[in-house]
């Protein structure tokens, strides 16, 4: 089937403007164009699109995004290439889930403290809690943040 580009706007949830950005930036290379000039989308384009909105979630810059699709272009020499652009950026990745489980802790530690202090009547009552009476996954967080109090 063959889309306009507002069917496939429609169709998976992009606005026109980043499937436009997309395809002007070199994303969407093989994309057809009628006689007019307007962009028609094919099943495949559909999914590739697909594809480039699960590489941006990613993180991966427009810079190498545009390799990255160049590099499927040039075939099974370009494999090498390409894994590695994928471990990079998994690392990458990886080190943003560990800054978010950081930030997690700190939000579980101090909900935990905010409900100790309104229980309590007093925040220095909430402070004074020593950590072997807090529950342990609230202990742990307090730890990962670091806090003294």
């Known amino acids: ?4 580009i507002g069917e496939v706007s429609e169709r ?3 606005p026109i403007s980043t499937i436009r950005y997309y395809h002007k ?6 994309v057809d164009r009628t006689a007019g000039g307007q962009r028609r989308f094919s099943d495949d ?3 590739w699109l697909r594809y480039l909105e699960r590489l941006r979630a990613t993180g991966m810059p427009i810079a190498e995004m545009r390799e990255f699709v160049e590099l499927i272009d040039g075939g099974e ?3 090498e290439r390409r894994r590695q652009i994928m471990r990079n950026r998994r690392s990458e990745v990886e080190a943003q889930l560990a800054e978010l489980q950081t930030t997690l802790g700190i939000i579980a530690y101090k909900c935990w403290y905010y409900d100790r202090a309104l229980e309590l009547g007093d925040e220095q009552a909430a402070r004074a809690i020593p950590p072997e ?3 342990p996954e609230v202990r742990s ?3 990962l943040c670091r806090f003294s109090w």
Do not use: F, K, Q, S
């Not at 930036?25 to 093989?30: K, S, T, V």
């Open 1 to 4: 089937m063959i889309y306009a």
């Open 12 to 14: 998976i949830g992009l």
């Open 25 to 30: 930036n070199g994303l969407m290379p093989h």
């Open 45 to 47: 384009d559909v999914e």
């Open 77 to 79: 020499e370009t494999l």
């Open 133 to 135: 009476e807090m529950p």
């Open 141 to 143: 967080a307090r730890e």
